[in-house]
């Protein structure tokens, strides 16, 4: 018989106990490298960035305006969320409401574009057929709408459109007096409603050369006659002049005439 010694010395070196040992020790490995990967990212993270971040979205989610501008990693400015973009996704929000309950749908569009959010009016909402003068049911419209205008503090484009039907008229000798007759007019009655600052206002007419749809059909030119009020995005705002010293000039010195 063998002694309990000679058992122990003739037992497999890859036993039972061997095993667990062996699983054990891959699990302590690999929870330490998951420690040290984790204290690599950790050490990698822009703390302030990530603060300056934090911090901007808090402010736009409670409608402050946000610190300004933030810095990456190399130094870099990188801009701050800024408030302009949820305001105006608001006022598309309330827009939509306001044509939604007067059944304008159809009538009345407002889409964000790269330049900014922009209120489309087909013609018939604001005018009679090849006139600039705005209806009482207009002037009531853009009243609902410049009180929506009002705060904000970009600026307005006011851009008027008509179809290719030939107009030659007293008041209009083609497409371009009438597209932006309407557009002045409708520029002033934003002022006179509420008050907008004229500063903040320009109109502009484009006749018939840019139109949405081809001017093949009638369904068509409706669509291509209409009024856009752009609330211009404040990066754009540089392509608006700047109001000029002249301008203080004219109301210092009524001699001065346009």
């Not at 827009?95 to 749908?105: M, Y």
Request: glycine share 6%.
């Amino acid at each position: 018989m063998l002694s309990r010694r000679n058992r122990r010395e003739t037992e497999p070196e890859g036993g039972p106990g061997m095993e667990r040992w062996l699983l054990t020790y891959s699990d302590m490995i690999t929870l330490l490298m998951i420690f040290f990967i984790m204290m690599y990212v950790i050490s990698n993270v822009n703390t302030e960035k990530f603060k300056a971040l934090a911090d901007n979205l808090s402010m736009v989610l409670r409608g402050a305006p946000p610190s300004g501008i933030m810095q990456d990693g190399s130094g870099s400015p990188v801009p701050a969320i800024t408030g302009e973009a949820a305001q105006m996704a608001e006022l598309e929000k309330e827009l939509k409401e306001f044509i939604s309950k007067e059944h304008l749908t159809g009538q009345i569009s407002v889409q964000m574009e790269e330049r900014g959010l922009v209120v489309s009016f087909q013609a018939t909402v604001l005018f009679d057929r090849g006139s600039a003068e705005l209806t009482p049911e207009a002037k009531r419209i853009i009243a609902v709408l410049s009180a929506k205008l009002k705060n904000m503090p970009n600026y307005l484009r006011v851009e008027g459109h008509t179809c290719n039907l030939p107009i030659n008229t007293p008041l209009f000798p083609s497409n371009w007096e009438l597209s932006t007759a309407r557009a002045t007019n409708v520029v002033e009655e934003l002022i006179a409603s509420s008050g907008i600052p004229a500063n903040r206002l320009s109109a502009t007419g484009y006749g018939e050369y840019r139109p949405l749809y081809p001017n093949d059909s009638e369904s068509n030119r409706q669509m291509n006659r209409r009024i856009d009020i752009l609330i211009l995005k404040t990066k754009y705002a540089q392509v608006e002049p700047e109001q000029g010293s002249n301008t203080e000039t004219n109301k210092e010195d009524p001699g001065v005439t346009n």
